[in-house]
T-cell receptor, first 113, second 115 residues
Framework: AQSVTQPDIHITVSEGASLELRCNYS??????LFWYVQSPGQGLQLLLK??????LVQGIKGFEAEFKRSQSSFNLRKPSVHWSDAAEYFC???????????FGSGTKLNVKP | DTEVTQTPKHLVMGMTNKKSLKCEQH?????MYWYKQKAKKPPELMFV???????INESVPSRFSPECPNSSLLNLHLHALQPEDSALYLC??????????????FGPGTRLTVL
């Protein structure tokens, strides 16, 4: 069965510091992987996605993620965090043959001034 | 137009009321979704429509009734809800129904409170 694990419920970083949010997935075939961000009371915005090819993908707002098949991971990174990055981040895996996402439980990012 | 719109933004209803949530997109997407999101939790899939036909129903109680009148519009009809149904209801759409790898575009959600 497909599943997504985000081990960190809360992360606090200082503004300007680097960021890495962890995502591990369980999936029997080639996964389709996504990172979404959600500001309080808002919908979800796609940051980036991985389907195939280059394992380092670039997204919006300066985010990138690296797919590591051997570790079943798809970690999100940003070299320098801005206060506006404070939000909830969800990793998701898309199921083959069905229009269905499996979301991780989310990581809430706080940014210290 | 690259957005999914949802109305109303907020809804308060009693347990005996009937109300509807509306979702609209004009991106030519042929798959549309309803999700329910409780506080501090990820979105939970409720329904999927592909080419205006219901393709996935995640065992949602019958007090929630989806409707897809056309390829741009998705409704969620609510009747006899319970207080535990209070949540953020998110609509999403994606480019091709039946394809697994198209990202979903989400609307801002309707904040529902059931008294």
């Amino acid at each position: 069965a497909q599943s997504v694990t985000q081990p960190d419920i809360h992360i606090t970083v200082s503004e300007g510091a680097s960021l890495e949010l962890r995502c591990n997935y369980s999936y029997g075939a080639t996964p389709y992987l996504f990172w979404y961000v959600q500001s309080p009371g808002q919908g979800l915005q796609l940051l980036l996605k991985y389907f195939s090819g280059d394992t380092l993908v670039q997204g919006i707002k300066g985010f990138e993620a690296e797919f590591k098949r051997s570790q079943s991971s798809f970690n999100l990174r940003k070299p320098s965090v801005h206060w506006s990055d404070a939000a909830e981040y969800f990793c998701a895996v898309g199921a083959r043959n069905f229009n269905k996402f499996y979301f991780g439980s989310g990581t809430k990012l706080n940014v210290k001034p | 137009d690259t957005e999914v719109t949802q109305t109303p933004k907020h809804l308060v209803m009693g347990m005996t009321n009937k109300k509807s949530l509306k979702c609209e997109q004009h991106m030519g997407h042929r798959a549309m979704y309803w999700y329910k999101q409780k506080a501090k939790k990820p979105p939970e899939l409720m329904f999927v429509y592909s080419y205006e036909k219901l393709s996935i129903n995640e065992s949602v109680p019958s007090r929630f009734s989806p409707e897809c009148p056309n390829s741009s519009l998705l409704n969620l009809h609510l009747h006899a809800l319970q207080p535990e149904d209070s949540a953020l209801y998110l609509c999403a759409s994606s480019l091709l129904g039946g394809q697994p790898y198209n990202e979903q575009f989400f609307g801002p959600g309707t904040r529902l409170t059931v008294l």
